[in-house]
């Protein structure tokens, strides 16, 4: 799921909330469930105090943050962690599957960009996991949507990122969050799965004069991965 965007207010709380109702009432748990960014609007501590008591589920939950987060704030209040200014990168195993959890954020920006540090945090990772089958999840896509609202703020970099995905077959998926729809891609021979937002969704010219749609249902993306292959199924919660 992406792109919570919790402001204080009942409607953003209430839309999360759905969603992870929706997970905690499968009759099979999720292993994991992966948040790709925007979880707070503002970056407030109450915001992600806010996000904490949403992510005290009874399985584990693994977040990075989009543009609209906020670093220290974000690792003191949402991680436990001492603050600190640099990216917020962590690396999990799910199952299978190794869980790179990387930030493309650029602080103060709402661009996105792999920096130098990150890049060089993947390329260990991805040699340390030995040939284990591993997902990237990051908030900004590397490819355009071609909405020009979702594409005004994109990955700066993703030449860098394809590079690294070459040297390394074993990275099955990238899975983002950002552009506020659900979609589907290749990028560098992979698939890239863009998770549906929380709060609001993102709706194309030809579709609508308004960018944005408040009404429709907030959603998420079902990754399955088994027998060396990933499918990924949709769900809108109204």
């Keep these: 799921m992406s792109d919570l965007h919790l402001d204080g207010t009942d409607r953003a709380h209430r839309r999360a909330e759905r969603v992870f109702a929706y997970l905690r009432d499968l009759p099979a748990p999720p292993e994991a469930v992966l948040v790709t960014g925007d979880i707070a609007d503002h970056g407030t501590a109450s915001e992600y105090e806010a996000a904490r008591k949403l992510f005290d589920l009874p399985f584990p939950v693994l977040a990075g943050p989009g543009n609209h987060d906020a670093r220290e704030v974000f690792r003191t209040v949402l991680l436990g962690e001492a603050a600190s ?4 990168n962590s690396a999990h195993r799910v199952g299978d599957l190794a869980v790179l959890m990387a930030d493309s954020t650029i602080p103060g920006e709402d661009d996105g960009n792999l920096a130098s540090e990150t890049l060089e945090w993947l ?9 284990r089958p591993t997902v990237i999840a990051f908030h900004h896509p590397p ?17 860098e990122l394809a590079s690294l995905l070459q040297a390394h077959p074993h990275v099955v998926a990238v899975l983002t969050g950002h552009a506020h729809t659900a979609a589907a891609a290749s990028f560098a021979g992979r698939p890239l799965i863009i998770a549906p937002a929380t709060t609001w969704t993102l709706q194309f010219p030809f579709e609508s004069a308004e960018p944005g749609n408040p009404d429709l249902p907030p959603g998420l993306a079902l990754h399955l991965y088994t027998g060396g292959h990933l499918i990924t199924h949709f769900r809108h919660l109204p």
């Design 85 to 88: 200014p640099g990216p917020i």
């Design 143 to 159: 490819v355009l949507t071609h909405h020009p609202l979702a594409d005004r703020w994109p990955l700066l970099n993703p030449g």
């Design 123 to 131: 390329e260990s990772q991805l040699s340390a996991v030995d040939g």
